[in-house]
């Protein structure tokens, strides 16, 4: 059972705007560091945005800074990202990941324990 699963995603104009949602499945993450990945077509995963346990701490890649934000939700085990001002150099898959129980927040995709499947955002121009 994989215990992520985004959603949220699709094809939108440039400009435009989208939210996904990482939602837990089968255990709860509210004491994890989460964050968010992408990986675009031919490039390796990099890293986008992450959330400490509590949700004061945020971090952010420089290329979303300001047009992305991470969120989270404990009550509803569910992390978010809204992205705004999309260009067409978002266009990946996006992977929601958490970090193990009580870990520090980080920007390094191999820290990272879970992971979901993956959700596909297409920005066109």
């Known amino acids: 059972q994989v215990p992520l699963v985004e959603s949220g995603g699709g094809l939108v104009l440039a400009g435009g705007s989208l939210k996904l949602s990482c939602a837990a499945s089968?255990?709860?993450?509210?004491?994890?560091?989460m964050g968010w990945f992408r990986q675009a077509p031919g490039k390796e995963r990099e890293f986008v945005a992450a959330?400490?346990?509590?949700?004061?701490?945020?971090y952010y890649a420089d290329s979303v800074k300001g047009r992305f934000t991470i969120s989270r939700d404990n009550a509803k085990n569910t992390v978010y990202l809204q992205m705004n001002s999309l260009k067409p150099e978002d266009t990946a898959v996006y992977y929601c990941?958490?970090?193990?129980?009580?870990?520090?927040?980080?920007?390094?995709?191999?820290?990272?324990?879970?992971w979901g499947q993956g959700t596909q955002v297409t920005v066109s121009s």
């Open positions: 990941a958490a970090r193990s129980s009580s870990a520090a927040a980080a920007t390094t995709s191999a820290l990272y324990h879970y």
């Open positions: 089968g255990r709860t993450f509210s004491n994890n560091a």
């Open positions: 959330i400490n346990w509590s949700g004061v701490s945020r």
